[in-house]
């Protein structure tokens, strides 16, 4: 999370949103932001439906598998990171300022 605050500026400036979501409560949600100094939204996913229904709930840790998706705008799924390759954004950034929409 605090990668992507790191690179926040970059992605808003490539017209991206970034959110974060875990199997956390809301309460939890934001009092860890506010610890690790996030300003994106952070959702809940309490009782892991989503993550279950995306297949990425790790039953040995009781926890989700950390994965970053890049959504267009047409709502598909542009990149995929998962696991290790999910804390370094820069992949992401960089994917995000080439593909930024150009203003006509």
Request: proline letters at 4%; one cysteine or more; glycine letters at 6%.
């Amino acid at each position: 999370m605090q990668n992507f605050q790191a690179n926040l500026q970059r992605l808003e400036a490539a017209e991206t949103q970034v959110l974060g979501i875990s199997m956390d409560s809301t309460f939890s949600n934001a009092a860890w932001a506010e610890k690790i100094g996030v300003t994106f939204p952070l959702l809940s996913d309490w009782g892991g439906e989503v993550v279950r229904k995306y297949g990425l709930y790790n039953p040995k840790y009781k926890a989700a598998r950390r994965v970053t998706y890049l959504i267009d705008k047409d709502g598909k799924v542009a990149q995929m990171q998962i696991d290790s390759e999910a804390i370094d954004p820069t992949k992401l950034v960089e994917y995000c300022e080439y593909h930024k929409p150009s203003k006509k």
